[in-house]
């Protein structure tokens, strides 16, 4: 039997407080769930007709980081925030790994998907729960 192993789901505590921006992660979320989908057993290397659908949500991870990163970017810029270059640097090597896995994933190379979920795990974890809650922070002392 596989494990559930997709313990994560998008709760309140992700909430920085900009709509479009939480939406956005929310959606980081739904993606998530769909590796759940695409793998029922995240350790196992997927069969090969199976890799095709573990590109596609790979591939909707890079286009998603593209839009979000962007929009999120517009939000700081604005702002006149100062962790901006910091965010950037952190995007662009997220966009990075993304492109690599996928190329690798393109290339016939086997990943588990375990890796691709601990991957969107540590993003949630180190940035979207840190760095992008920074953000929602300094906007709301913006408006305070
Ligand atoms: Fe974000
Ligand atoms: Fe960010």
């Known amino acids: 039997m596989a494990l559930n192993l997709?313990?994560?789901?998008f709760s309140r505590e992700y909430l920085i407080g900009i709509p479009?921006?939480?939406?956005?992660?929310?959606?980081?979320?739904?993606?998530?769930?769909?590796?759940?989908?695409v793998a029922p057993d995240l350790y196992r290397p997927l069969a090969e007709e199976d890799v095709d659908a573990l590109v596609d949500v790979v591939a909707e991870l890079r286009e998603y980081a593209l839009l979000h990163f962007r929009t999120e970017e517009g939000y700081m810029k604005e702002a006149g925030y100062p962790g901006l270059g910091e965010q950037k640097k952190a995007h662009n090597r997220f966009i990075t790994d993304v492109i690599r896995m996928e190329g690798d994933l393109l290339n016939g190379l086997t990943i588990p998907p375990i890796k691709v979920r601990n991957f969107m795990h540590?993003?949630?974890?180190?940035?979207?729960?840190?760095?992008?809650?920074?953000?929602?922070?300094?906007?709301?002392?913006?408006?305070a």
């Open 6 to 9: 997709n313990l994560a789901g």
């Open 20 to 37: 479009e921006l939480d939406e956005q992660h929310e959606n980081f979320f739904t993606m998530l769930d769909r590796i759940a989908e």
């Open 122 to 143: 540590d993003w949630y974890r180190e940035h979207i729960l840190t760095l992008d809650r920074q953000f929602g922070e300094f906007q709301k002392g913006n408006k």
